[in-house]
């Protein structure tokens, strides 16, 4: 008699993908001041957007169809940019202004923008702990809102695909000077495994710390705004206690993840990086932005080589 047969194995369901960014945006921006005051420091030009549309360009490009925005008091306007202006529509479309109306519809297409309310500000662990109830138990992406790389990188994108293949976490690191260890979450690192198939800026994460001494620093790698979460976080943001700065971190809670056992990756992004945070780094994305606009860049790069010339 023939021995049984198995059973037949049913298909193996592939891991989710991340299709959800998280952009934590409640903060008062005092560096800013009084600019902030009354306008959200995501709402400050860049060229002819706001930074707050290219983080959520950055997200669209990357497939991430759904953005949650962690707002707090005086941040509605956040929300009124990505909505129409049937008005301000129609008094373009009858001038006959097609680029201007396209620019102006184009904020909401881009994807399903939502809100949530962070009533007080304790820290980037606790703003990404308001997101439990909309992401559910499925992976996203975390976008801090002053921060982004070239728009044609398509850094979210490989740290996307490496968390849909891994199920931990997925963290982008850029090595930083020795004087700024102490204003970052810093990586203890290896090199990744090869049968992740990955680029050599793929590392395993073996260690983090948030914002340690230049002494008890691991590395110079640093933690930047992006990152690629389990649902798991959110467990973990709960038994977090406030560390750095009394508040409730998010590279704490990550952390504590690594201990138990979650795989943790990074991406080494060594292309360009605009840091609008502080005053500098926000002139500094302007000009860089300006002068590869076309239209507006070769004139602008005259006018700017004549005037650094001192005329």
Not at 25 to 47: C, D, N, S
Request: hydrophobic content about 40%; charged content about 20%.
């Amino acid at each position: 008699m023939a021995p049984d047969s198995a059973p037949p194995r049913a298909p193996q369901r592939a891991p989710d993908r991340a299709t959800c960014a998280v952009i934590p945006a409640a903060g008062f921006a005092t560096r800013f001041l009084p600019a902030t005051k009354t306008v959200p420091k995501e709402l400050l030009p860049v060229v002819d957007r706001p930074v707050l549309q290219y983080i959520v360009e950055e997200s669209a490009a990357a497939g991430l169809s759904s953005v949650l925005l962690i707002t707090g008091r005086g941040k509605t306007s956040m929300v009124d940019h990505f909505d129409r202006r049937p008005d301000l529509e129609a008094v373009l479309a009858a001038k006959g202004d097609q680029a201007r109306l396209d620019a102006i519809r184009r904020p909401s297409e881009l994807a399903d923008i939502y809100t949530v309310r962070q009533p007080e500000m304790l820290g980037l662990g606790h703003a990404v702990g308001y997101a439990e109830a909309h992401v559910g138990g499925a992976p996203f992406a975390v976008l801090l809102p002053d921060e982004f790389p070239e728009p044609s990188d398509p850094l979210l994108s490989r740290m996307l695909s490496l968390q849909q293949h891994t199920g931990g976490i997925v963290l982008a690191f850029l090595e930083v000077p020795d004087d700024q260890v102490n204003r970052y979450g810093i990586g203890s690192v290896e090199p990744a495994d090869p049968a992740l198939g990955a680029p050599k800026s793929t590392v395993r994460v073996t260690g983090l710390v948030e914002k340690p001494a230049l002494a008890d620093a691991p590395s110079n790698l640093a933690v930047i705004g992006r990152y690629v979460l389990p649902s798991g976080i959110f467990d973990a943001i709960r038994r977090t206690k406030p560390g750095s700065g009394g508040e409730i971190q998010l590279t704490d809670a990550m952390a504590l993840l690594l201990a138990e056992g979650t795989p943790v990756h990074g991406v080494i992004h060594r292309g360009v990086r605009y840091d609008t945070g502080v005053p500098l780094g926000y002139l500094q994305a302007v000009v860089q932005l300006a002068c590869q606009r076309d239209g507006l860049g070769p004139e602008f790069k005259r006018w700017l080589a004549g005037f650094l010339a001192g005329d």
